[in-house]
């Protein structure tokens, strides 16, 4: 299995290549996204986005995910309204499932990063991407 350091390196090259990619987005951390039972939609993260999420998390000084406040992200703060991870958040915020953001990113825009991670993920033993808050909390097991 590939140490967790080159992995981590290996999602965020995904992430800036993502970034680096000449999309429309009008996030400006709306946060609406994050409002996963308004949505109806929860990010699934592959093993490695697991791993990078819960280790920026671990950061943060916490150790264990907070119960999600009134059915949004564990990591949005509801007293700030923040991201805690907003640096590290997974490919799915990142490409902005939620209207007021621009609504979804073109799959065939992004196939290609998707495949990348799941590489990452297959290389790690993944059995594919899970819902955020069980695939976070399994990767700060792991950690």
Known sequence: MKRHAETLAEVRSVYVELASRPMERDCQRRTQCCQFRLTGK??????????????????????????????????LQADTGKCLIYESRPFGCRTHFCQPAGGPMERSGILDLIR?????????????????????SGALREL
């Open 42 to 75: 929860v990010p699934q993260l592959t093993r490695g986005e697991a791993l990078l999420s819960a280790q920026a998390f671990r950061a943060t000084g916490r150790k264990s995910l907070p119960d999600p406040v009134k059915g949004a992200c564990p990591m």
């Open 116 to 136: 990348r991670l799941e590489e990452i993920d297959a290389q790690l033993g993944g059995d594919g991407p899970h819902p955020f808050s069980s695939a976070v």
